[in-house]
């Protein structure tokens, strides 16, 4: 009670840039900036000293990077999974036929966050312990390393951000080099690399473009098996231009660099699984020359 209570007092006192309004040139509080002001003011119940990002590119033997690196986001990894644990207890804690002004009040916030359209409590908790939950260290990890060129990166150096992560307020990031004409967008600045692994889960946690990581993530739990990032992985087929060439980088960093248990059988690609159909996409087809007729023809491989 006393952190929803925080948590309501605080929202609106937490700076997060909004997007700007091309017509009138005002700040507009959108969904996402609602989203980053309750988890930011929840986020601040919790005083964690975050210790500054190494200086990676002064590391020159690749082992001692990786392991540097894989060590120093652990930490950053297990701090962010706790406070979504803590929010998850909060929800849990609320009987829906019995709530308190402040928990109605933080039930209604929540719902706006993470976009729950439904009116009655009990379908709103339900929703939100769908979407608040934890993300597994291993996709953590190797989608940081694979984002920010293993801490590299001028936007991890100079923006905190380890996973490309974009804001549309002019001025609320740095402005990419290779950025084309007429974009708006900017890669967001954040206060220290925890407000990043922050950010980055909320940004799964919510998106409509992820709602099938969420539905692995449930589909898993709800059969007693162990949330994996291989498995969520696939449900990050929007997160990068590159689809499914994407989702094979990020599992190859997570098995080459041991970050979970990997198993050469694996129930993705086993049809009888309960899970198997929300893991399984369709690969792309490669086009390839026919020697014989000179033409180009489909090769489903």
Not at 100 to 127: A, F, G, M, N
Not at 289 to 301: L, R
Request: hydrophobic share 40%.
């Amino acid at each position: 009670m006393l952190v929803g209570a925080f948590l309501l007092k605080n929202a609106e006192k937490v700076d997060h840039p909004s997007e700007l309004s091309s017509a009138t040139n005002k700040r507009v509080l959108s969904s996402a900036n609602v989203a980053a002001r309750i988890s930011q003011a929840f986020e601040s119940t919790f005083d964690t000293k975050v210790e500054p990002m190494p200086d990676f590119l002064a590391i020159t033997d690749v082992k001692l990077k990786k392991t540097t690196f894989f060590n120093y986001l652990t930490k950053l990894t297990t701090v962010a999974n706790y406070k979504i644990l803590q929010l998850r207890a909060e929800i849990k804690g609320m009987n829906p036929q019995r709530l308190t002004h402040q928990q109605t009040q933080l039930l209604t916030r929540l719902s706006k966050t993470y976009k729950i359209k439904v009116s009655e409590p009990i379908e709103k908790i339900d929703l939100l312990l769908h979407k608040v939950g934890v993300i597994p260290s291993s996709l953590v990890l190797a989608q940081a390393a694979n984002e920010s060129a293993w801490g590299t990166s001028r936007f991890a150096i100079q923006g905190n951000n380890l996973f490309g992560q974009w804001c549309f307020s002019l001025g609320c990031g740095l402005v990419p080099n290779s950025r084309p004409v007429g974009a708006n967008y900017e890669v967001r600045k954040f206060k220290d690399p925890q407000a990043s692994v922050d950010a980055y889960m909320r940004n799964l946690n919510r998106h409509g473009s992820y709602a099938n990581l969420r539905d692995i993530r449930a589909c898993l739990t709800q059969h007693s098996e162990i949330v994996t990032g291989r498995a969520l992985s696939a449900g990050l087929i929007k997160y990068s231009t590159r689809g499914v060439d994407y989702i094979d980088e990020i599992r190859s960093m997570i098995r080459v660099n041991k970050l979970e248990a990997w198993q050469k059988a694996w129930w993705g690609n086993n049809n009888q699984h309960p899970c198997s159909k929300l893991v399984q996409f369709e690969r792309p087809k490669v086009a390839t020359e026919d020697p014989v007729h000179g033409i180009t023809q489909p090769n489903n491989n």
